[in-house]
């Protein structure tokens, strides 16, 4: 297969092969095999199919290019530095894997403008994808096609494929008919452990028209083969599989070849085996003056094209608000439905479960911000994502703000993470609590991107009741809550759900995540003036009749027991606050006084239906805890927090025991 042409658009492709080479034995670290392997793909998706501009990477109207395979990374980073993108130099490329360089041994967004995603985490590429592919279904519905019109491509592996998010994200991909996605699958048959056959005989061909896609198997080294099925999915009605037949570490020996695809950098004697194989002779790091210059041109190509954009934005009659939601702003008075909201229930004070209560909050915010797109896990009903006079998305109608996402919760967050990427778009979704351990990864993302995301989670604890232990998240609250980035938030009523919400959409830079109550929960506030879950933590109620002897401490729904605590400790002459903690990562956020004045100095006790990780950070030496020791049981809402002693009595006895020791 070595045997061919030395045409211009080979040795475009070569250079990336030289660079990759290169960069990796600089580092003594990375996968030459995949770029190598893929270099003729990507050399043609770059020079003749996709919309972009080196001198303005985030060019609303570009094409998204995401590398799914993300360990080869050096194929985007040498695609990056050869089109002529500013700040992808020779040094950074010098620089690869080193602290404080953009070229990390993963793409990383936020690295370098034209890293349209965090990948690395196989499967997480191609599903955030179908969600940039969805993103501008749906923005051009609202837009137009004059401001929003491109395409998305995915260069994914075996092992992408092989993931199970990328079975659930393909399926919902061909459901939908995204006919602007298009995804390169490198096919090479090789995996860490060996050929692919060890683990994996499917037809992936079958298996994706069985999903709804259009494909098509091509050589991959092969440039008219692979322009033709590139224009192919131009012109398909669906999305479009291209399988590229390869050789990893093309041009290398083949022991060698194989091996850089597991991290193993190629040696010198195998470099220059390569380059001799290929022809090259240019010293390391560099790209004769002539190629560098058609790669630059590349780059060039669809300048004219941004220029013609720009001129229509200009004289477009939707332009502010185009320019507002895809700079990601709220629009003016968004949150009045909210204020008029938390008045009335500071009237009213009705008993509702935070899920329900989340979606009348839902209901004044979702008209009031055109951006925001619900969805939920085949659990619409139960999680209360849904409003009323909100269409639904459908296939080939992408007019709506909702979607049923199936029960996909690892591709749906991964979808999620796309459309927040995308821009334009402010996505929150729905499922229980527990199956948080299903869009975990995603989530991870979110938080590593710094992605506006919301994921609202109900049927929060045992007090979801009969469903039993499988269905009660003991130990995901602290879970999610060990993630960098990421916010949590339980309120303790209505009024603090609506407070929550506002903070969810305010938050710009990382996830937030609503763990909401199945069951309802009485008023705990009467006023509604100031938004005090802005500040993550607060005192709901002072001690009475001098200083304070105890503070319970308490989320959620069991902010009411410390309620009914505090007044029965009343009774036995114990002078005891209660404090809220919606969100524990702001009120951590919060100044040493504040925190310090909220918590204070006397013993301090939590209380929550779930298990006791993380709350030493908040109780100190003089302390105790009322919640889980281990899983649930099947049983009432009711029943439950009495048999797992998760009740106002249980409380008392705590702090009887804390205060009657001080003395």
Not at 7 to 21: S, V, Y
Not at 454 to 471: A, Q
Not at 641 to 655: K, L, Q, R, S
């Amino acid at each position: 297969m070595l045997a061919r042409p030395a045409t211009e658009e080979r040795r475009m492709a070569d250079a990336i092969r030289a660079l990759a080479m290169d960069a990796v034995e600089a580092a003594k670290s990375g996968h030459p095999g995949m770029p190598m392997g893929m270099a003729d793909a990507a050399t043609v998706l770059w020079s003749k199919f996709l919309k972009y501009d080196a001198a303005d990477p985030r060019w609303p109207d570009r094409d998204r290019f995401v590398l799914s395979a993300g360990h080869g990374s050096m194929l985007l980073y040498s695609l990056l530095h050869l089109s002529g993108h500013a700040g992808m130099g020779i040094e950074e490329l010098r620089r690869f894997r080193q602290l404080h360089s953009p070229a990390a041994g993963h793409p990383e967004f936020g690295e370098h403008p034209a890293i349209e995603t965090t990948t690395g985490p196989l499967g997480q590429g191609i599903a955030t994808a179908v969600g940039m592919a969805l993103a501008e279904r749906m923005l051009a519905s609202r837009f137009g096609k004059s401001l929003v019109d491109h395409r998305t491509w995915v260069i994914a592996s075996d092992g992408d494929l092989q993931e199970g998010i990328s079975h659930e994200a393909a399926s919902l991909a061909g459901h939908l008919k995204l006919e602007k996605l298009t995804v390169l699958w490198d096919d090479n048959n090789i995996s860490i452990d060996g050929d692919t056959s060890l683990s994996f005989s499917e037809d992936v061909l079958k298996r994706f028209q069985a999903y709804g896609w259009a494909v098509r198997r091509v050589d991959g080294h092969d440039h008219q083969e692979l322009a033709g099925a590139m224009s192919q999915a131009l012109r398909s009605r669906k999305p479009t599989l291209i399988a590229c037949r390869t050789i990893i570490g093309f041009a290398a020996p083949k022991k060698a070849g194989t091996a850089a695809s597991h991290g193993a950098p190629l040696g010198g004697d195998e470099i220059a085996a390569a380059k001799s194989a290929l022809g090259w002779n240019a010293e390391p790091f560099t790209v004769p003056e002539g190629l560098k210059g058609r790669w630059e041109e590349a780059g060039r190509r669809s300048a004219g094209t941004r220029r013609s954009w720009l001129k229509r934005l200009a004289k477009h009659p939707q332009r502010a608000e185009f320019e507002r939601a895809t700079a990601g702003k709220l629009p003016e008075n968004w949150s009045e439905a909210l204020v008029a909201l938390r008045a009335e229930w500071a009237e009213a004070k009705p008993k509702l479960a935070t899920r329900v209560a989340s979606q009348k909050a839902l209901e004044g915010l979702v008209p009031a911000v055109p951006e925001m797109v619900g969805g939920s896990a085949d659990l619409t009903g139960s999680n209360n994502t849904n409003v009323k006079g909100i269409p639904v998305v459908r296939p080939g109608d992408y007019g709506g703000r909702f979607v049923h996402w199936g029960v996909r919760e690892h591709g749906m967050a991964a979808a999620m993470n796309g459309m927040a990427l995308h821009g334009g778009l402010i996505p929150y979704s729905g499922t229980f609590l527990v199956f948080a351990d299903y869009l975990r990864p995603a989530l991870r993302l979110a938080a590593l991107m710094h992605q506006r995301v919301i994921h609202v989670l109900t049927h929060d604890s045992i007090g979801l009741g009969e469903d039993g232990p499988t269905h009660q998240p003991v130990e995901t609250l602290a879970s999610l809550r060990a993630i960098p980035n990421t916010f949590v938030f339980r309120p303790a009523d209505a009024m603090e759900t609506a407070e929550c919400w506002e903070m969810a959409l305010r938050r710009a830079d990382g996830p937030s995540v609503l763990a909401l109550t199945r069951q309802g929960l009485p008023a705990l506030r009467a006023e509604a003036g100031e938004n005090r879950c802005a500040r993550g933590g607060y005192v709901l109620a002072e001690a009475e009749g001098g200083e304070r002897q105890v503070t319970l401490i308490a989320t959620g729904s069991e902010v009411s027991v410390a309620v009914a605590a505090r007044e029965a400790l009343a009774e036995a002459g114990i002078r005891a606050a209660v404090v809220s903690l919606p969100c524990w990562e702001l009120f951590a956020t919060q100044d040493v006084g504040y925190r310090a004045s909220v918590l204070g100095a006397a013993p301090r006790i939590g209380i929550e239906a779930a298990l006791p990780f993380g709350w030493d950070r908040w109780l100190g030496e003089r302390s105790a805890f009322v919640g889980m020791q281990g899983f649930g049981a099947s049983a009432p809402a009711e029943a439950l927090f009495e048999h797992f002693g998760i009740t106002p009595a249980a409380v008392v006895a705590a702090a009887r025991k804390l205060v009657e020791g001080d003395r």
